[in-house]
């Protein structure tokens, strides 16, 4: 017999947790079941999905390096299996953790790759994202005219998409970016704009970074 795994925080998916920004502890305990599972049961393209979830939560706490070795077997594993699908998000994933771990051009290379792919396939869900996360690797880099080109970029993606929850985010990395340029009325009405638009999900972490942010730029 097959042992179900639970969801973790809430019966939340952990894509939905990717998504929502949620402590990546939960998906830590889900991902590590999931390796035993499928471990034990031979089931190969769940098992690369672990190593990818197991990867992110890794990168996402502070160890990157660790990180990116598991990011990176999990999308080998799936491209060798012939799954592709999730393959722009999961690409985007190890671009961010390179991104963390300061490896610029690796960054920009699978950010790159993710964008392709999404335009090859038309799987274009989390196009808007990739965009803010490369906003994120200019910024990084000392170049916020890049940065904030891709985050305009992003915002006009999610718009198109009526994505609200990836307009939060890339408007969020925007409205910083400016609140650091001192363009604080700027960057309080723009995210005051799409904050506005939410009518639950106030406990998520994207939104109560969006909060917090408008807190600050209120006084």
């Known amino acids: 017999m097959i042992r179900r795994i639970g969801y973790p925080a809430r019966s939340c998916s952990p894509r939905t947790g990717w998504f929502v920004g949620l402590e990546p502890k939960s998906i830590f305990?889900?991902?590590?079941?999931?390796?035993?599972?499928t471990t034990e049961h031979r089931i190969e393209h769940f098992r690369m999905l672990a190593f990818i979830l197991r990867g992110w939560c890794l990168a996402v706490s502070g160890h990157?390096?660790?990180?990116?070795?598991?990011?990176t077997t999990g999308l080998t594993g799936m491209e060798e299996d012939g799954f592709m699908a999730w393959r722009p998000c999961h690409l985007a994933h190890l671009g961010d953790a390179c991104r963390m771990a300061e490896r610029w051009k690796a960054a920009l290379a699978h950010l790159a790759e993710a964008q392709h792919f999404a335009e090859q396939t038309g799987e274009r869900c989390y196009q808007a994202e990739t965009l803010r996360l490369r906003g994120e690797v200019f910024l990084g880099l000392g170049d916020p005219a890049a940065a904030e080109a891709?985050?305009?970029?992003?915002?006009?993606?999610?718009?198109?998409?009526?994505?609200?929850?990836w307009e939060l985010r890339a408007a969020t990395s925007l409205?910083?970016?400016?609140?650091?340029?001192?363009?604080?009325?700027?960057?309080?009405?723009?995210?005051?704009h799409v904050y506005g638009w939410f009518t639950e999900g106030f406990a998520t972490p994207v939104l109560q970074e969006a909060k917090a942010l408008l807190e600050e730029l209120a006084t």
């Open 175 to 192: 409205a910083r970016l400016w609140r650091d340029q001192r363009k604080r009325l700027e960057a309080r009405d723009l995210l005051a």
């Open 64 to 71: 990157a390096e660790e990180g990116i070795p598991l990011l």
């Open 150 to 165: 891709s985050y305009h970029e992003a915002i006009a993606i999610a718009q198109q998409q009526s994505a609200k929850l």
């Open 29 to 37: 305990q889900y991902a590590d079941e999931l390796l035993v599972l």
